[in-house]
């Protein structure tokens, strides 16, 4: 894998990394395919324009559960079994994990947990994360860490980086697939000296960039935005530096200028099919009683095919038909806007006319 | 509305349908959009190929109750409702207000029944039934009838073909929207001397097409593709032939054969969902445990983008995890199918190579 910075503008950078499906342009939003398909959206559509996705996210967890491993390895890794030929980042699992609460059991070792699906006993260690992403073949795949909630005592963040530098160097030392790249994350939560301290510790490993894990799991919102202002350009020069599930346009758009050059988040296609769009001109509830008439589009200023050929009102009709037309187009809608948004940041970038975004 | 046979095999006609939104070309199978969409496909899908739907079907009851019919109006019609501008048909609201059964009481004037929505209390009678096709605005509205089951007694399928006598000739009597076929619909039950006598009342009828209702609502199939066999070609030669609500591919070749020109049915679209899809190898149960590695595609010879990019163990997977992408997939084929049925039998019967169908 190789990345190039191509523009900066502040701190924010525009750059070119180069995996082994081609060549992601960043800043980048990852869809997130959790279970092998971005919901609600074929592979085809991802590729097409107004999309062009240059990325999209796999969970490890999920795709480990359902279908299983052996189904992904006859199709010859996660590429081929969706269909899918760009490149494709995988995590490691241990988030999801993690999420499950109380079926997760937490060692030095790895993870014990239950799946959700049947409640049957599995193991996630450094080791077995690295070797399912293997057997999924992405392009990018995550260092195996714990990433402790938003309001965890300083104790229990410390014990969480620790576990996770040394999770990071048995990362390090399993097999990976051909040409797969594989990132390290820092935890620390919102202290920056918390931060730094990690970044001494795993900054140094040859990963091929690095993740910032820890953010947006419950910590106030201003702590996130301080601590990417203060921390993210400390980050290294000549590697992508990723904030792992963030967030809203307006964190894109903070975390950009503070320096961050990739993202992902279910948001975009968790909040369309739950009934929010976003738009030029802010967020929009499809089920407000507004638009029972409106024949105007979600956003004038959209090129997705939703706002090009439908009104909030047929699409307010979609959502409480509660009719798979609705989320497919609500998804293409919001994804079109995020997309959008990071290629517009990357322009600005290029040119030069990125605006630092005000203060809060 | 202009009808021209161009083309006859036997009692199998190949025709042309010129509506006010375009030339369909028969026989023909007519997706259904229920409630303004055909399930899980977008009008552009609907529109190119391999599907090129030349005629879609909208139900009256369904776009009456919801999305109600000033948000249609707003729009000027369900065409630009739903961004669609080929062909709609309409049905009449009858057979769906019938199938609610206990919600229904039915009198000489029309129905009164509760929405399934809602409960409310609505009343549909011949010319409100037109009326609201008016507003509509289909290019082929249907006329109100009333269809028994298909075990009813023969004084109850007496009764109901002359009710369906009176309220054809009030639906014609009503307006229509500007350029808006009216269908007449024949009941008459499995039995040809009923359906011989219901047609000597409906035949002379200005009607632009005639439509065979009453079938595949219970009664034992061979005793449909007797009626068919013996009838079908018997309704009048210059106008459009509709078996309503029928069915399987076998029907769909048994009674093109037979001389019908149009076609709808749920089953492609609703057993997709289900998971059970149409195959040139025959059907196909996607939950089946010998799908789980299967690397081939659901049919090798069908041109759909879920045939030609993903295997049936991706298919499968999607199915178990209730993705959306599976319905949209399993739809697209299944429609891909009966379409490439509806066409590949016009092709025949212009070229004079369509063989009876066996007898069974």
């Known amino acids: 894998m190789k990345f190039t910075v191509v523009a900066q503008s502040g701190h924010a950078r525009a750059g070119l990394l180069e995996t082994a499906h081609g060549v992601i342009e960043t800043p980048i939003f990852m869809p997130v395919g959790t279970a092998g398909t971005v919901k609600g959206l074929t592979v085809g559509e991802l590729a097409a324009p107004p999309l062009d996705a240059h990325v999209i996210l796999g969970n490890t967890y999920h795709l480990y559960l359902r279908p299983g491993l052996d189904v992904v390895r ?16 995988t995590d490691s699992g241990g988030f999801q994990v993690f999420s499950l609460g109380e079926l997760t059991q937490i060692d030095d070792d790895g993870v014990t947990f239950r799946s959700h699906i049947d409640g049957s006993l599995h193991r996630l260690t450094p080791e077995r994360s690295m070797e399912i992403q293997e057997t ?4 990018i795949a995550m260092a195996f860490d ?6 965890a005592e300083p104790a229990t963040v410390r014990r969480a980086m620790d576990r996770t530098t040394a999770w ?13 790249a594989v990132f ?17 510790e795993i900054g140094p490993m040859p990963f091929d960039g690095i993740a910032l894990g820890g953010f947006s799991v419950g910590e106030p919102i201003p702590a996130m935005y301080r601590a990417l202002d203060a921390f993210a ?20 758009r903070r975390a950009v200028a503070a320096g961050v050059d990739m993202f992902d988040c279910v948001m975009p296609t968790r909040n369309a099919r739950n009934g929010q769009l976003f738009t030029s001109q802010g967020k929009l509830v499809i089920s407000h009683a507004k638009h029972r008439m409106d024949t105007g589009p979600i956003d004038p200023e ?19 038909a509660r009719e798979i037309l609705y989320s497919r187009l609500a998804t293409l809608h919001n994804l079109t ?14 040119a030069g006319t990125l605006d630092a975004p005000s203060t809060r």
């Open 74 to 89: 006859a199709h010859g890794g996660l590429h081929r079994f969706i269909g899918w030929d760009r490149p494709i980042l």
């Open 136 to 139: 999924l073949g992405s392009d």
């Open 146 to 151: 714990q990433c402790p909630p938003g309001d």
């Open 168 to 180: 990071a160097r048995r990362c390090l030392d399993a097999p990976r697939a051909r040409g797969q």
């Open 184 to 200: 390290g994350i820092l935890q620390g939560g919102a202290d920056v000296d918390l931060r730094r301290r990690h970044l001494d």
């Open 233 to 252: 350009h400390e980050l290294p020069e000549d590697r992508p530096r990723y904030l792992m599930g963030v967030g809203t346009p307006d964190d894109i």
């Open 302 to 320: 959209c090129p997705c095919e939703c706002c090009q050929l439908h009104s909030r009102a047929y699409l307010r009709h979609l959502f409480f």
């Open 337 to 350: 806007y995020y997309l959008g948004l990071v290629r517009d940041l990357r322009r600005k970038i290029v």
